[in-house]
């Protein structure tokens, strides 16, 4: 956009905008000038404004001579279905038959930076040469929870999926999950039935299940392609490719490769040697060694590039896997990256950025604070669609996991109680997780990380509860049974039941205002009809069965013939002041309500992990 065009959208005068510019040391030479990415996130910081820097991809611009600026770029492929279904196994038999093909070839060149990246670890993607010349990139980490988690923020990098499906297992809850997550991203796809060499295959009652479930097959007329294949024997494989190849011609596919990049972090880490190592794609432009650049909240100068095949490379465009080093910190996986001219404004709009994120998190902490006295109704039905019961810390080894952890968590609660993820960190779990679990009063989920003896000391110290599990279901068993048994968990934001301890009658009224000071205290005489009366406990003051004031009073206290009591038994003669409430007449009932944790129930699923059962709140 020009100047002119981003002060009419921001809705200032087109002055304001050439003030940030000239504050950046750029003044701009007219207003029909055009602005990156970068200076229009810093435009609408200092208007605050926020704003979401979104593709153009119409295909139309051209350059000066006429010659069109968007070039063909590959399609990127995610692979999806049930756990076990064979996605890992179909991953690793597309890279490393790619490797024996090139190397067939006469090339050496690998083809996968899986085995060979100097950091030992894999690139998040890779790329695949299918028959007849065309090149697919896959993403390396199968799951929909990443999938989905990457769209959410509205950085979806995938253009076509594939759904997994085992010709010996038939379609199952991930299946279904996996198909609606691909339905609702409106994402090209390829039905690939796997593990078609085993004995039970049965590939025809699979396509039938998945024509039941609602995906229009070819075989049962409808547009989606099946492919019967196995990664074991290499069955089918070249078609799968083909079929793939086909959906991502039919999307024509193109990005700009002349402006600076922008795009996508699929996974980060810290590495002991290296700093933040960073895998990524870009959806446009191109990024090399030595910009600057900026992913999620940091920033920092590319001082290695590598690409596809593990090898060092001066630069990488769209659809080109690529790890960076260089960053000052870990984003998250995710999180949009992008070149930007100078260090100055990599800076400023990855500063801006950790503010608007940490605004956001007080905010929402604070809505955590509110629940600590849920009074009434009112209060507590709006604090449960909060949905922020147990707030805790989630470390894994990598981000990408990370984010699929927090997913699974986020998937545990139910309207009532649930999870709420206060901090997603990647790495092993150190003192300062542990003072920030201490802090929010939750648990720290750890997934596939070291916690030394050190932390673990601080964590017990602390009180602070560390769950380390390796496989992803029994950490979702394990949080299963700690909101399962919350009450003997501390939590400072677990919703209570109420539960009425006993009733009184009010008979007569008595007027003592400014006998102490000035206040208002109107103390009401009872009977208690049921139960028991404890001053410590809550009341509520009821009418015609009503309750008079909307949410719970104090007592100011209790007496029985003068003498000020802590409690009172069933048919005693009470008089209780109700602190800060005038408003009581003979014929209204008193009762003494008191709080007790709630209890969540929780059930197993088919899919091995555990949910929360909703439950009323009484
Ligand atoms: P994921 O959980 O979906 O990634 O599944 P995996 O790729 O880990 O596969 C689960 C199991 O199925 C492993 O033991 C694989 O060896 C096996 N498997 C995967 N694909 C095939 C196949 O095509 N044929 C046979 N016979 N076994 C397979």
């Given at each position: 956009v020009t100047i002119a065009e981003l002060a009419r959208l921001l809705k200032c005068s087109p002055r304001r905008i050439e003030t940030v510019l000239i504050d950046l040391g750029e003044p701009p030479a007219s207003l029909e000038e055009t602005v990156s990415a970068d200076v229009i996130e810093l435009c609408a910081v200092e208007l605050g404004v926020d704003v979401e820097v979104v593709d153009d991809e119409s295909?139309?611009?051209?350059?000066?001579?006429?010659?069109?600026?968007?070039l063909p770029r590959r399609a990127v492929v995610a692979v999806m279905g049930h756990v076990d279904h064979g996605k890992t196994t179909l991953l690793d038999r597309l890279r490393s038959a790619n490797v024996a093909d090139g190397e067939a070839g006469g090339i050496t060149q690998a083809r996968s930076i899986s085995y060979w990246s100097?950091?030992?670890?894999?690139?998040?993607a890779f790329v695949v040469k299918c028959g007849g010349g065309g090149e697919l990139t896959f993403l390396d980490t199968p799951g929909h929870a990443a999938f989905s988690a990457m769209r959410r923020r509205g950085a979806s990098v995938t253009d076509v999926a594939v759904l997994v499906c085992a010709a010996d297992d038939g379609v199952m809850p991930q299946t279904r999950e996996a198909a609606a997550h691909i339905l609702a991203a409106n994402c090209k796809f390829v039905v690939a039935?796997?593990?078609?060499?085993?004995?039970?295959?049965?590939?025809?009652r699979v396509r039938d299940e998945l024509h039941a479930m609602g995906i229009a097959l070819e075989s049962h007329g409808g547009d989606v392609q099946c492919v019967e294949v196995s990664a074991m024997t290499g069955q089918g494989m070249e078609d799968l490719e083909m079929a793939l190849f086909l959906e991502a011609e039919s999307l024509n596919l193109t990005a700009r490769r002349d402006c600076e990049g922008v795009g996508v972090i699929l996974e980060a880490r810290l590495d002991k040697g290296h700093g933040a190592v960073v895998t990524g794609l870009l959806r446009r432009g191109v990024v090399g060694i030595g910009e600057h650049v900026v992913a999620g909240t940091h920033y920092g100068r590319v001082r290695r590039l590598i690409g596809d095949g593990g090898v060092d490379v001066e630069s990488c465009g769209p659809s080109e896997p690529f790890e960076i080093t260089g960053l000052r910190g870990v984003p998250s996986a995710g999180d949009s990256v992008m070149v930007v001219a100078t260090e100055e404004r990599a800076r400023r709009v990855a500063t801006a950025r950790a503010d608007r994120i940490e605004t956001a998190r007080l905010a929402a902490l604070s809505v955590g604070d509110d629940r600590q006295f849920i009074d009434d109704d009112a209060d507590a039905r709006a604090a449960e669609s909060v949905n922020s019961d147990l707030c805790a810390i989630v470390k894994a080894d990598v981000q990408g996991t990370a984010e699929a952890v927090r997913d699974s968590l986020l998937g545990l609660g139910t309207s009532s109680v649930g999870v709420k993820?206060?901090?997603?960190?990647?790495?092993?779990?150190?003192e300062s997780d542990v003072a920030l679990a201490a802090a929010i009063g939750g648990p720290i989920l750890a997934f596939n990380v070291q916690v030394s003896n050190v932390v673990e000391k601080a964590a017990k110290d602390a009180g602070v509860v560390i769950v380390n599990r390796k496989v992803i279901y029994h950490l979702l068993d394990a949080v299963g049974e700690l909101l399962g048994g919350l009450g003997a968990f501390s939590s400072r934001w677990f919703p209570y039941d109420r539960e009425v301890l006993g009733e009184a009658e009010v008979r007569q009224v008595f007027d003592l205002s400014g006998r102490r000071g000035n206040k208002a205290n109107m103390v009401a005489g009872c009977v208690v009809n049921s139960g028991s009366f404890s001053a410590v406990e809550k009341f509520r003051l009821l009418r015609d069965g009503e309750p008079v004031h909307e949410g719970l009073l104090d007592a100011q206290s209790i007496r029985r013939h003068r003498l000020e009591v802590t409690t009172v038994g069933k048919?005693?003669?009470?008089?209780?002041?109700?602190?800060?409430?005038?408003?009581?007449?003979?014929?209204?009932?008193?009762?003494?309500?008191?709080?007790?944790?709630r209890k969540a129930v929780v059930e197993k699923v088919a899919t091995g992990g555990a949910r929360v059962v909703e439950r009323q709140p009484r």
């Amino acid at each position: 956009v020009t100047i002119a065009e981003l002060a009419r959208l921001l809705k200032c005068s087109p002055r304001r905008i050439e003030t940030v510019l000239i504050d950046l040391g750029e003044p701009p030479a007219s207003l029909e000038e055009t602005v990156s990415a970068d200076v229009i996130e810093l435009c609408a910081v200092e208007l605050g404004v926020d704003v979401e820097v979104v593709d153009d991809e119409s295909p139309s611009a051209t350059s000066a001579d006429g010659t069109p600026l968007e070039l063909p770029r590959r399609a990127v492929v995610a692979v999806m279905g049930h756990v076990d279904h064979g996605k890992t196994t179909l991953l690793d038999r597309l890279r490393s038959a790619n490797v024996a093909d090139g190397e067939a070839g006469g090339i050496t060149q690998a083809r996968s930076i899986s085995y060979w990246s100097p950091y030992d670890r894999h690139l998040g993607a890779f790329v695949v040469k299918c028959g007849g010349g065309g090149e697919l990139t896959f993403l390396d980490t199968p799951g929909h929870a990443a999938f989905s988690a990457m769209r959410r923020r509205g950085a979806s990098v995938t253009d076509v999926a594939v759904l997994v499906c085992a010709a010996d297992d038939g379609v199952m809850p991930q299946t279904r999950e996996a198909a609606a997550h691909i339905l609702a991203a409106n994402c090209k796809f390829v039905v690939a039935i796997t593990k078609c060499d085993r004995d039970g295959a049965d590939p025809s009652r699979v396509r039938d299940e998945l024509h039941a479930m609602g995906i229009a097959l070819e075989s049962h007329g409808g547009d989606v392609q099946c492919v019967e294949v196995s990664a074991m024997t290499g069955q089918g494989m070249e078609d799968l490719e083909m079929a793939l190849f086909l959906e991502a011609e039919s999307l024509n596919l193109t990005a700009r490769r002349d402006c600076e990049g922008v795009g996508v972090i699929l996974e980060a880490r810290l590495d002991k040697g290296h700093g933040a190592v960073v895998t990524g794609l870009l959806r446009r432009g191109v990024v090399g060694i030595g910009e600057h650049v900026v992913a999620g909240t940091h920033y920092g100068r590319v001082r290695r590039l590598i690409g596809d095949g593990g090898v060092d490379v001066e630069s990488c465009g769209p659809s080109e896997p690529f790890e960076i080093t260089g960053l000052r910190g870990v984003p998250s996986a995710g999180d949009s990256v992008m070149v930007v001219a100078t260090e100055e404004r990599a800076r400023r709009v990855a500063t801006a950025r950790a503010d608007r994120i940490e605004t956001a998190r007080l905010a929402a902490l604070s809505v955590g604070d509110d629940r600590q006295f849920i009074d009434d109704d009112a209060d507590a039905r709006a604090a449960e669609s909060v949905n922020s019961d147990l707030c805790a810390i989630v470390k894994a080894d990598v981000q990408g996991t990370a984010e699929a952890v927090r997913d699974s968590l986020l998937g545990l609660g139910t309207s009532s109680v649930g999870v709420k993820v206060v901090y997603v960190g990647v790495g092993a779990v150190s003192e300062s997780d542990v003072a920030l679990a201490a802090a929010i009063g939750g648990p720290i989920l750890a997934f596939n990380v070291q916690v030394s003896n050190v932390v673990e000391k601080a964590a017990k110290d602390a009180g602070v509860v560390i769950v380390n599990r390796k496989v992803i279901y029994h950490l979702l068993d394990a949080v299963g049974e700690l909101l399962g048994g919350l009450g003997a968990f501390s939590s400072r934001w677990f919703p209570y039941d109420r539960e009425v301890l006993g009733e009184a009658e009010v008979r007569q009224v008595f007027d003592l205002s400014g006998r102490r000071g000035n206040k208002a205290n109107m103390v009401a005489g009872c009977v208690v009809n049921s139960g028991s009366f404890s001053a410590v406990e809550k009341f509520r003051l009821l009418r015609d069965g009503e309750p008079v004031h909307e949410g719970l009073l104090d007592a100011q206290s209790i007496r029985r013939h003068r003498l000020e009591v802590t409690t009172v038994g069933k048919g005693t003669e009470c008089g209780v002041s109700l602190a800060d409430h005038a408003d009581v007449k003979p014929g209204d009932v008193i009762q003494c309500v008191h709080f007790v944790k709630r209890k969540a129930v929780v059930e197993k699923v088919a899919t091995g992990g555990a949910r929360v059962v909703e439950r009323q709140p009484r």
